[in-house]
């Protein structure tokens, strides 16, 4: 599946598509934190970090989310992923520990996911 930089808005249906497609009912997603885009489609969070990377975004910007769109509001971001574990960044395990980053991420998902 091709992978897709979102600087304005996706639908959760085009989500919950791209779901179906690869996971089930999972998107893979990696967030800018500075730009405010996301990248989605890849089969692994690094693929879509080396997409944003070549784009211009910076390594300490990006965050690796999964996006359940079947889910309630509350519970449909995870975050976990390999390329958050980042000890030189304060960042040791895959799950964003930084209570502002996690909500930097749900603001742009809120406002990038349309529906």
Same mark, same amino acid.
């Not at 885009?37 to 990377?53: C, K, P, R, T």
């Given at each position: @599946?091709?992978?897709?930089?979102?600087?304005?808005?996706?639908?959760?249906?085009?989500?919950?598509? $791209?779901?179906? #497609? #690869?996971?089930?009912? @999972?998107?893979?997603?990696?967030?800018?934190?500075? #730009?405010? %885009? @996301?990248?989605?489609?890849?089969?692994?969070h690094s693929d879509?970090?080396?997409?944003?990377?070549?784009?211009?975004?910076? #390594?300490?910007?990006?965050?690796?989310?999964?996006?359940?769109?079947?889910?309630?509001?509350?519970?449909? %971001?995870?975050?976990?992923? $390999?390329?958050?574990?980042?000890?030189?960044?304060?960042?040791?395990?895959?799950?964003?520990?930084?209570?502002? %980053?996690?909500?930097?991420?749900?603001?742009?998902?809120?406002?990038?996911?349309?529906?």
């Amino acid at each position: @599946m091709e992978i897709l930089v979102i600087r304005t808005s996706v639908t959760k249906a085009d989500l919950n598509t $791209m779901a179906t #497609q #690869q996971f089930g009912d @999972m998107v893979k997603a990696v967030v800018d934190v500075d #730009q405010g %885009i @996301m990248a989605i489609g890849g089969e692994l969070h690094s693929d879509e970090e080396a997409v944003l990377l070549e784009q211009g975004s910076r #390594q300490k910007s990006l965050w690796g989310i999964n996006l359940y769109p079947g889910r309630p509001a509350a519970e449909w %971001i995870e975050f976990d992923s $390999m390329i958050n574990v980042r000890p030189s960044g304060g960042n040791r395990s895959r799950y964003v520990e930084r209570a502002e %980053i996690r909500d930097a991420v749900r603001a742009i998902i809120n406002r990038l996911v349309q529906g």
